[in-house]
């Protein structure tokens, strides 16, 4: 792996920086306390970064029609699975993240143990195949390598990525007739679920499908980040220049629990109206996306 970021500005550098030193920071605030003894040997092993901002291809024009930003995205590996769990030891990084002024670029990351990783590798998980090949260490406890990947076959490729395609387009194309007729039922509540689902369904297929990853999440707001770093055609579906419409989005986001069990969740109807027409945008978009990259893996195999 890289460990230069020579080719990202010093503003952006910085950026980092912070980044790397809230995460250590809430992470070891996390971990006091506990009896157990994996979270008195917790340890953060290594932060990597990926994506745009690893590969050199980022947007960053936040004033632009689509208001598009990239992310920074990152790998942190762990030193055991248990301390993987995103609201026991994660949640309050990713929250004060959003909330520090010095960071203007969003950060997004996912949280896997050093065994998990080797795992995925020997299993030629191709999404972090291509984190080991372009990732750039920005932090590392001990310089242990990560396992060899070993690559896929394209036909193995192209058999996995059409049955991620199948499965998750046929979910997000369901969940999307409930949104409809919950809509109309005036069931808003249940309808805002559904909408949550289709989007996270949509999503979730685009990364199973390009990269034969889907991070174990609900949150829709981390999900649109990773897709559209595979593909930027995804971010027509939810532009983010006017500020009602990502209040809308971030509505939306809290779906999944609140719409569920919270008899105070609230959401208009002129938003979800609006969502709903996004959404059958989005849907449209990952069709194209994907059948273009299974066309480029049936070329691949002649």
Same mark, same amino acid.
């Given at each position: 792996?890289?460990?230069?970021?020579?080719?990202?500005?010093?503003?952006?550098?910085?950026?980092?920086?912070?980044?790397?030193?809230?995460?250590?920071?809430?992470?070891?605030?996390?971990?006091?306390?506990?009896?157990?003894?994996?979270k008195?040997?917790?340890?953060?092993?290594?932060?990597?970064?990926?994506?745009?901002?690893?590969?050199?291809?980022?947007?960053?024009?936040?004033?632009?029609?689509?208001?598009?930003?990239?992310?920074f995205?990152?790998?942190?590996?762990v030193?055991?699975?248990?301390?993987?769990?995103?609201?026991?030891?994660?949640?309050?990084?990713?929250?004060?993240?959003?909330?520090?002024?010095?960071?203007?670029?969003?950060?997004?990351?996912?949280?896997?143990?050093?065994?998990?990783?080797?795992?995925?590798?020997?299993?030629?998980?191709?999404?972090?195949?291509?984190?080991?090949?372009?990732?750039?260490?920005?932090?590392?406890?001990?310089?242990?390598?990560?396992?060899?990947?070993? %690559?896929?076959?394209?036909?193995?490729? $192209? /058999?996995?990525?059409? =049955?991620?395609?199948?499965? +998750?387009? #046929?979910? *997000?194309?369901?969940?999307?007739?409930?949104f409809?007729?919950?809509?109309?039922?005036?069931?808003?509540?249940?309808?805002?679920?559904?909408?949550?689902?289709?989007?996270?369904?949509?999503?979730?297929?685009?990364l199973?499908?390009?990269?034969?990853?889907?991070? %174990?999440?609900?949150?829709?707001?981390? $999900? /649109?980040?990773?897709? =559209?770093?595979?593909?930027? +055609?995804? #971010?027509? *579906?939810?532009?983010?220049?006017?500020?009602?419409?990502?209040?809308w989005?971030?509505?939306?986001?809290?779906?999944?629990?609140?719409?569920?069990?919270?008899?105070?969740?609230?959401?208009?109807?002129?938003?979800?109206?609006?969502?709903?027409?996004?959404?059958?945008?989005?849907?449209?978009?990952?069709?194209?996306?994907?059948?273009?990259?299974?066309?480029?893996? +049936?070329?691949?195999?002649?």
């Amino acid at each position: 792996m890289k460990s230069s970021l020579d080719h990202i500005p010093p503003r952006k550098q910085r950026e980092l920086e912070r980044v790397l030193q809230i995460l250590h920071e809430e992470f070891e605030d996390a971990l006091k306390g506990g009896a157990a003894e994996f979270k008195k040997r917790g340890r953060i092993l290594k932060i990597i970064l990926f994506g745009s901002y690893a590969k050199g291809g980022w947007v960053d024009e936040p004033f632009t029609m689509k208001g598009y930003r990239s992310d920074f995205d990152l790998l942190i590996i762990v030193n055991d699975r248990r301390l993987c769990d995103f609201a026991d030891y994660w949640h309050k990084a990713a929250d004060r993240l959003i909330r520090e002024k010095s960071i203007e670029t969003p950060v997004s990351f996912i949280v896997h143990s050093r065994r998990e990783v080797n795992t995925y590798l020997k299993e030629g998980q191709y999404f972090f195949s291509d984190i080991r090949k372009e990732g750039i260490v920005l932090y590392e406890l001990d310089d242990e390598p990560l396992a060899e990947p070993k %690559p896929l076959t394209p036909a193995d490729r $192209l /058999r996995l990525a059409q =049955e991620h395609f199948a499965d +998750r387009y #046929a979910l *997000a194309t369901t969940f999307l007739k409930g949104f409809r007729f919950y809509l109309g039922e005036r069931e808003i509540r249940v309808a805002a679920f559904e909408l949550h689902q289709s989007i996270e369904q949509a999503y979730s297929c685009v990364l199973l499908t390009l990269t034969n990853y889907g991070p %174990p999440s609900h949150n829709i707001k981390f $999900l /649109r980040s990773l897709a =559209e770093e595979q593909d930027r +055609r995804l #971010a027509e *579906a939810f532009p983010r220049d006017q500020h009602r419409e990502r209040a809308w989005f971030n509505t939306l986001n809290e779906a999944y629990v609140k719409a569920r069990y919270s008899k105070h969740y609230e959401i208009s109807a002129e938003a979800l109206t609006w969502s709903g027409e996004r959404t059958t945008i989005l849907l449209e978009i990952v069709n194209r996306v994907c059948h273009d990259h299974l066309e480029a893996l +049936r070329k691949c195999i002649g």
